[in-house]
Each structure stands twice: as structure tokens, then as C-alpha cells.
């Protein structure tokens, strides 16, 4: 048995993402906006759509969800009976299980409060919503920083080898803030050329390693001591962020700041 993902670029910046064994043909759907697309690649690759996993209420993971329904009639998994479409209602710590791949259902409150985030832990893999991006997490919409800086924690937890899906391609404009707000890194021309390349050739920069984003993310760094040094010493939070501020006043200081940026 062997899962593939395809990345199907929606919106201007989603992501949605269509999980397939590449024998059965068997697959799931994550946070779908834009149904075309979705619908063509389905048709033109003989794939046997089981369901829809939607990770947060918001249009941009879900308003492809009512037409995809209608053409494959399938099940559709979301935190929150508001969301049209929903035939399973998923909560934290539950498992839902396809036969050709589980997941374990993480709520991730923060971003909004239904957010959830789903795990497979036999194949290593993330869909990780509006909650952790690559090189940067979402911004604070319903939740309070400290349920956000919490539901980071708890990803924090999973193993590194973890290839992480996110909502969005913001990966080169998360980069671009760490490089000129938060750190001094000695080659950043050379990483923010790197990044810009990846995107450009693949199309996308996903997935990621959930391990890398332990040592450069900085909305899971909010602990570390040398971290939070390196950005009260940078000269643009020189006086604004103490090197001894708590967790939560440093998750604060940068999410705000990255609002801004
Ligand atoms: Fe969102």
C-alpha cells in the first residue's frame, strides 16, 4: 500500500490536498474551496473519493465542499455542525479510520475555535489547517494567544519526521519576516534564494519537516532561551521584547509583529 498526496493549488494561495493509495485509488480530500479543479483531477485519474477532511470553518477551506458532494456523495468530516455540508462531526483525541489510512483528530483551538488538525501517525503526515504554516503559524482570529501558542505545543509533540500540509503557501513572506524582524542569520540571501527557487519549480513548498520547523519556527521557539535572546537582541526589538519574557509575552510580541509586517 502506498499513499500519495497531489497538491491542488485553490484560491490564490490555499492548498487543498487529495490523499490516495496509488493501488485502490482509495482517497480524502483536505479543506477543498474550489471544486473544478478537484473534480477534474479526480475524474481524469480514476480515484474513488471516501470523504472530505475539513480542518476550520472558514470559506477558503470549504466552500468547494457542496459540489463535490453533490457529484461523488460522500462523507463529509468537520469540527463544527455549521459547516455546510457535514455528515461526521470530529473531536479532539478521536480516530478516524478508512482502512487504507487513519487519522488521529488534534483540536488546535487559536486560529478559530473549531480549528482541528489531522495526524496519520503510520504515514508520518500532517494536514495542519490555518495552525502551524511553514516557517510561521496563523494568525489569532477567534482563540486567545495562549489557546494558539497551546495547539502549537501540542504539534510540537509530534514526531520530526512528520511531513507537514498547511492552509496556505506563505512560506516565502513567513521567511522574509524572520530575516528582517526577528534574527540575524549570516546567509540569508542564500535561504531566501533557496525558498524562492523551491517554489518556483515545484509550484509549492509543501509538504515540510515538522523537525526543521522545532529549530526555525519561531512560534515554536517561544521557550528557548537563546532564541528569545537573538531576537531582543536584534536591532529592531531592541527595548520593545525582553530576553527573559515569558512564553506567552514572546508568543505575543512576534505574532502581533508578524500581523503588521
Ligand atoms: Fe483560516
Known amino acids: 500500500m502506498k499513499i500519495k498526496i497531489k497538491i491542488i493549488n485553490q484560491l490564490i494561495d490555499n492548498y487543498s490536498y487529495l490523499i490516495y493509495d496509488i493501488d485502490s485509488k482509495e482517497a480524502l480530500l483536505v479543506d477543498p474551496a474550489e471544486a473544478n479543479p478537484i473534480i477534474k483531477f479526480i475524474s481524469i485519474n480514476g480515484i474513488k473519493l471516501k470523504g472530505i477532511l475539513i480542518t476550520h470553518h ?9 459540489q463535490i458532494k453533490e457529484k461523488f456523495n460522500i462523507k463529509v468530516f468537520s469540527p463544527n455542525k455549521k459547516i ?3 455528515t461526521d462531526l470530529v473531536k479532539d483525541k478521536e480516530q478516524i479510520n478508512f482502512g487504507f489510512i487513519n487519522f488521529d483528530i488534534i483540536s488546535t483551538p487559536g486560529h478559530t475555535l473549531d480549528h482541528v488538525i489531522y495526524y496519520c501517525k503510520q504515514e508520518k503526515l500532517l494536514f495542519s489547517g490555518d495552525t502551524l504554516f511553514y516557517y510561521g503559524c496563523g494568525r489569532i482570529f477567534e482563540g486567545t494567544y495562549e489557546q494558539m501558542l497551546n495547539s502549537l505545543k501540542k504539534i510540537k509533540n509530534l514526531p520530526n519526521e512528520t511531513q507537514v500540509y498547511c492552509g496556505h503557501e506563505y512560506t516565502y513572506k513567513n521567511l522574509e519576516f524572520i530575516l528582517d524582524e526577528l534574527v540575524h542569520w549570516q546567509d540569508r540571501g542564500d535561504i531566501k534564494q533557496k525558498c524562492r527557487k523551491l517554489i518556483k519549480e515545484k509550484g509549492s513548498s509543501m ?13 515554536l521557539n517561544c521557550n528557548d532561551i537563546h532564541y528569545k535572546k537573538g531576537v531582543s537582541d536584534f536591532h529592531k526589538n531592541k527595548g520593545q521584547i525582553a530576553p527573559d519574557a515569558s512564553e506567552l509575552e514572546f508568543f505575543t510580541y512576534i505574532r502581533d509583529k508578524r500581523n503588521d509586517f
Open 84 to 86: 455546510i455540508g457535514t
Open 207 to 219: 509538504p515540510f519537516l515538522l523537525g526543521l520547523q522545532k529549530d526555525w519556527n519561531p512560534f
Open 58 to 66: 472558514h470559506s477558503d477551506h470549504t466552500s468547494g465542499i457542496i
